[in-house]
């Protein structure tokens, strides 16, 4: 099956991968990218692969449903999916209303797009679907002996941005029920990878590792998250747009359930064994505990807890296995390792978004348009 996909948020942390891993295993499909590079946007992720001929980078936004109507007719675009988004749940709590403008107006005006592009005169479809990638924090928090969230699992979002998410699945929904979109939405649990933006807790906690400061973890570190690597993530997501039925939800998840300061410690210790003897590595990192013979663990710091801030996720992927033939590749172990090996490989691209130097680069290599 050739598609031709009009992929929003493509330069974020799952958009990349996702872009990355669809011309991978997709050779005959085009992709057009959509985003409007907020801070979460970095093309330099992107790097090696902006001038492959079936990959074109458009820089504007979602809410923009001329643009996106002009994207897809002009491209003759027959897929969308749909991860363009604010993503960071701290942020949401901070400052609500971008939450809301992108995530709910946002995903409602590629909605409209979609409907106003693909429906003809008379009522009937031009084939096509749209993918919308959501979360499984939608479902709200789980006590420690709760099931794990299934697609049945009434939806109960607890901070801004759940909420936003949760409104979004909605729309999806309706436009599907209503007008008769041909809709899948994926709810999957905590990614990590490659080229994640460092506000989110694994590359956090790494560059603060490597930088030698606080790891600062919230409450009492007991929260537990289910961690799913970015790349089983995609699998997931082609999974349910190549064979995934019009109108269904699919739960995606790694099996991973780890509390939080597990984590901490298991990156402690992943980064103390590959600096402990590589005089290189020592040379690089000066300033993490490691690399003078303390231990990295020294770092970590209990600070406040974020408000609301849900106990436990979990995923239970078993429709997605039974009816996708979805199954997690990496394990807790080979994702993590392979994560840090990235980012001790990858200083030049996490240095520079810290620092913000992309910016400037995306300035100079593309316009608005
Ligand atoms: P991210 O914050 O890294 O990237 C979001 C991207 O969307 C950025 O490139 C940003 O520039 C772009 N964007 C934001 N507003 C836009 C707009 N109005 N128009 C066009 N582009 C816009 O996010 P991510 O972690 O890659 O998440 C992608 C999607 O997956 C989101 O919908 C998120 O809710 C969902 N999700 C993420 C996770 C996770 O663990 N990261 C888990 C479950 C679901
Ligand atoms: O500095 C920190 N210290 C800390 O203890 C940060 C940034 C986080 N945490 C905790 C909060 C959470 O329990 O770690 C856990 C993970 O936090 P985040 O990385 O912020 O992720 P989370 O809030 O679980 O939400 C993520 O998963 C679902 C993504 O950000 C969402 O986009 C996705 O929908």
Redesign the pocket.
Known sequence: MVADLLLTGGAGFIGVNLVRWWLEHNEGDRIVVLDSMTYAGNLQSLDGILDDPRLEFVHGDIRDTELVERLLTDNKLDTIVHLAAE????RSIEGPDEFIDTNVVGTHSLLKAARNTWQQEGGSWKPHRFHHVS?D?VYGSLTSDDPAFEEETPYAPNSPYSASKAASDHLVRAYHHTFGLQVTTTNCS?NYGPYQFP???IP?MLMNILGGKPL???GDGM?I?DWLYVDDHCRGIELAIKSGVSGETYCIGGNNERT?IEIVRALCSMVQNRIEGNQDLKDRFPNSPASSGSSNEELITYVKD?PG?DLRYAINAEKASRELGYRPAETFESGFGRTVDWYLENETWWTAVMDGTYKDWIETNYESR
């Not at 993503?87 to 701290?90: A, K, P």
């Open positions: 993503s960071h749940v701290d979360t924090e905590n506000e989110k807790l956090l600062p973890v919230y929260n998250r939080n974020r801030h």
